[in-house]
């Protein structure tokens, strides 16, 4: 069997340069098993223009957040389901000084920071005693729904080999690589925290972090924000289903769910919420994530037949359907990708890969 591109991962990364590739007449060959832990299954999906305690406008926002509205707007209108969501963030102050920060926001015209002009408008649902705020616009890609749907596209257009990838079987040929009896002219490796392992791009600065999430049950919560206080909640697919989360740890042992976050998260949730909640699942695993915050994109510098789109870190997303679509067009047609993210700035490194 004979392909254009072979591609390790379905996460988000995999989904978008999958759907771009065939959106560009290639055929391609996804190899994936995704395990519970596998980011892009447990996180939110939140598409969010701030980050941080500070506000701070999100890199490249101006053009991944519109991209992805679009991107997923036209990946769900294919399949025939919802894949993205407005949803913009309630910002609930945890304290005056909070408060203080997000008001100078404001006064400085920030693009994504607005007052919220019915302050009583939460009371039945939250305990806010400081005041509210809104980030907009915000969005919530449905990761639970999108992905099952795209899997099941590639599955029935032959596209999908559910395994896990055995790098004992892959041999590179001038003209591209060979696994089992599958021929490509590229291998794209979009496999998230598996990339730690991997020998061609393991020497690259990832930075592992761990996240950790609840899945709960709130009848009678509106579903129309996110609603943010030291945590954030999101509203899921499913009725009165709702997201919580998350932690980020840069030191620990394991990637299971701790005991330290479901009790934390109560305490928040007690405090926080008037409506009773019943916790349905929990969540956790490692996050893609790099020293320098930008992602892993385009062309072994040393290996022709090999490319990576990783290193998504807290943002994947957002960041992975606008470097998705860079790839896909490197690749077909030889165009730019941004410098930040091109994975041919660590040429000199990954000299010493395999
Ligand atoms: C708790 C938590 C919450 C998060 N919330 C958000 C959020 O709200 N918004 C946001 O933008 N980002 C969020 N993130 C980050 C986001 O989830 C990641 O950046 C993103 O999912 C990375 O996607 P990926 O496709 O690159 O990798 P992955 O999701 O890891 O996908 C890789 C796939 O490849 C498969 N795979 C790997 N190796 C092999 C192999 N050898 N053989 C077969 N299959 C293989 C894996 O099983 C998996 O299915 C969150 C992360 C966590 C942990």
């Known amino acids: 069997m004979v392909y254009d591109y072979l591609i390790i991962g379905q996460g988000v990364s995999g989904t978008f340069l999958s759907y771009f590739l ?200 509106p579903a129309f924000n996110i609603y943010k206080k030291s945590m954030l909640l999101v509203p899921m697919t499913d009725e009165n289903k709702f997201w919580i989360g998350s932690s980020y740890a840069w030191k620990f042992d394991n990637p299971d769910p701790t005991q330290e976050f479901l009790d934390k998260t109560k305490a928040v949730l007690d405090e926080w919420l008037k409506l009773p909640y019943k916790i349905l699942e929990h969540r956790s695993g490692l996050r893609p994530a790099t020293m320098e915050r930008r992602p892993f994109c385009g062309i072994h510098p040393h290996h022709p037949q090999v490319a990576i789109l990783n290193g998504m870190g807290t943002k994947g997303c957002s960041l992975a359907p606008f470097f998705a679509k860079q790839l896909a067009d490197h690749l077909v047609n030889g165009t730019e990708i941004t410098p930040d993210a091109d994975v041919k700035r660590f040429t000199k490194i990954l000299s010493r890969s395999n």
């Open 22 to 221: 065939q959106q560009q007449e290639k055929t391609v060959l996804v190899i994936d098993l995704p395990t519970k832990q596998s980011p892009s299954h447990i996180a939110a999906g939140i598409i969010n223009p701030v980050t941080g305690r500070r506000m701070t406008t999100a890199w490249m926002a101006e053009q991944v957040m519109p991209f992805a509205w679009e991107a997923y707007t036209e990946i769900g209108n294919d399949l025939g389901i919802t894949a993205i969501s407005h949803r913009n963030v309630i910002d609930f102050f945890p304290n005056p000084f909070m408060r203080e920060g997000f008001l100078e926001k404001i006064k400085a015209a920030d693009e994504y920071v607005f007052a919220y002009p019915e302050q009583n408008h939460f009371n039945p649902y939250f305990n806010y005693e400081f005041g509210c705020g809104e980030i907009r616009p915000a969005y919530s890609a449905h990761m639970e729904v999108l992905l099952p749907a795209w899997r099941n596209r590639l599955i029935s257009n032959g596209a999908l080999l559910e395994e896990w990838f055995d790098r004992s079987a892959l041999s590179f040929h001038a003209d591209g690589v060979r696994y089992r009896d599958i021929m490509a002219s590229k291998i794209i490796y979009c496999d998230g925290p598996g990339g730690f392992e991997n020998p061609q791009f393991s020497l690259l600065p990832y930075s592992p972090n761990k996240g950790e999430a609840l899945v709960l049950e709130i009848p009678g919560l």
